[in-house]
């Protein structure tokens, strides 16, 4: 909102500005002529999209899933998340969620009247264990997880899952892992569904997005999957807010997960090479840069160009430079984790982003 109403370059929201394959409109369109979807569909998603989200699941990191119990779709990977949090924490219970966040994450815990306990990152914004294992109480009961990771744009390495495997199974907790980025990673850095490790199927719900997968954020069809006593949960918290959605697109999305690998190999390429002009940019004008291995999204440490924090220099860049970024204290607890680090999303037009490079120069050290 305060990219249009001041006329700025929009790199604060992460959506992209092209749409996505024509494969899908058609498909979304053919299902409207045909009459499926324009009533209320079936209440926990249409059979066919779940089962494509099963083979999904079971093509990419072979988890087996009983489409039938064990996987609901949603308006949304939102909807998915908050009733997630919703099902799953009771009054007074903690949620454990690593700095800086989604910031729907601390809204949803909130609202299922649990608290949040946030877990500051290291020092190169990557999880820091060692914090983890020092904010766990006996209220201690749900652990929120991100990869790859919004804000930071980094990919948990196979490492990183199983230490946070351990500690999860050592003190019973659960995992909700958001993993609505799944397919933007980049080079080496392969995503893993934490799910897909020992011990791990049984205590995870785990969250997927059709709008981040194929850029049509507007359609709004997400999903969880994961072990049947709590997907039954979700699912009852899920048919009391929204009870159904997208009924056309839903039937759109099933076959794009159908897709074969050339479909995501040239989503990432192009995804990537957005990445790679708009760091190179940020970096020859002197921001200190935060590498992105995945998702929309570039963080960069703004100390280098003289501003303390990122706060004042998203200020300083919607007036002096006319394009808006957000910063990161703005999805911390604690907002001395975030403070000199700035979000960028570059999944636009490249035109746009060299635009938002040449009006960034006036910070150029």
Known sequence: MRARAVGAINLGQGFPDVDGPDALKEAAVRAIEEGRGNQYPAPHGIPELRQAIAAHQKRYYGIDLDWETEVVVTTGASEALQSALLALVDVDDEVLIFEPWFDIYEVGVEMARGRVVGVPSTQ???????ALRSRITSKSKVIVIN????????????????ELATIAIENNL??????????????EYRHRAIASLPGMFERTVTVGSAGKSFSFTGW?????SGPRNLIAAVRVVRQHLSYVS????????????HFPDQY????????QN????????????????????????LTTDVRPLGFKSGAEFVEASITKAGVVAIPHSRLCQDPEVGEPFVRWAYCKQDEILQQAIKNLQVFAR
């Open 124 to 130: 190169s914004l990557r999880p820091d264990f060692e």
């Open 147 to 162: 990869t790859p990771h919004n804000p930071t744009g980094i990919v948990w390495s196979l490492d990183e899952l199983q």
């Open 174 to 187: 659960i995992v909700i892992s958001d993993e609505a980025y799944e397919h933007l990673w980049f080079e």
């Open 220 to 224: 709004k069809v997400g999903w969880a």
């Open 246 to 257: 997208s009924g056309p697109f839903q039937y759109a999305i099933a076959e794009g997960l």
């Open 264 to 271: 995501w190999n040239e989503f990432k390429n192009s995804m």
């Open 274 to 297: 957005k990445r790679d002009l708009f760091t190179l940019g940020l970096t020859e004008l002197g921001f200190g840069i935060i590498p992105s291995q995945g998702t929309y999204f």
